[in-house]
Structures are given as structure tokens and as C-alpha cells.
């Protein structure tokens, strides 16, 4: 199941881990990635507190962690070449898998659908 946040994250939720990243739009506005600074495995963060940081040519940015939880995996692929976050922000792309704190929390995130109403 697909959720999504209004700072433009994605979740993917499987079970009580969900996989973060950022949605296609927040690529796009970014603009080409140059720089990717991850999370550490182990770390725990509350709810939208700043998890990683991206830097494109025209600006850094902040990723928030969306839900209270802690880090389980983190994609070291994206640090080595932060392009795969520009060309498959939704797949490849992803940025780190978090152990949610409480997985019915996501109840409350929006779905695709009120996603894409809200970048309309």
C-alpha cells in the first residue's frame, strides 16, 4: 500500500516496515541530485523529524521521516549515484526502510489519489 506525505515522501508500507523516498514530483522540482546524505541503520526519529538530505544543482533540501520509527536498511545505491533517486524516484530511488513505531499511524497519511490532488 502507497501512502504519501504533504512534504512530498512516499511510504510503502509492508507489514510494520515501510519503505521511504521521495515522489517523482519532489524529484522534479529538486532537479538533477548530486548528493545524497542518509540516515544510519539503528537511528530512531519522531515524526517528521529531518532523516536525509539531498542536494541538486539548484538547492538542498531536507527528506523527513514521515512516521516514528527506526532505521532499518538504507539504499547506499542512491549515495553513490543520487541519479537513480531523478530517474526512478519510486523504485530505485528509495532512501530507507523504517520499522514504524505504530504502523496505524499511516491510517492518517494521504493516498495517491489526495496526493495528486494536492500537486495538481
Not at 57 to 72: H, M, N, W, Y
Not at 75 to 91: Q, W
Request: hydrophobic share 45%; with cysteine.
Amino acid at each position: 500500500m502507497l501512502k504519501f506525505t504533504e512534504e512530498h515522501e512516499w511510504l510503502k508500507l509492508d507489514g510494520g516496515v515501510a519503505t521511504v523516498g521521495i515522489t517523482a514530483h519532489a524529484a522534479e522540482q529538486l532537479g538533477d541530485l548530486v548528493y545524497v546524505e542518509l540516515p544510519a541503520v539503528g537511528s530512531t526519529f519522531e515524526r517528521n523529524a529531518n532523516a536525509a538530505t539531498v542536494e541538486s544543482v539548484k538547492a538542498a533540501s531536507d527528506v523527513f521521516c514521515p512516521l516514528a520509527g527506526e532505521i532499518t536498511e538504507v539504499n547506499e545505491a542512491i549515495t553513490a549515484d543520487p541519479s537513480l533517486v531523478n530517474s526512478d524516484p519510486m523504485g530505485a530511488g528509495w532512501f530507507f526502510k523504517l520499522k514504524l513505531a505504530n504502523p496505524s499511524d499511516a491510517d492518517g497519511l494521504m493516498d495517491e489519489a489526495a496526493y495528486n490532488g494536492m500537486i495538481a
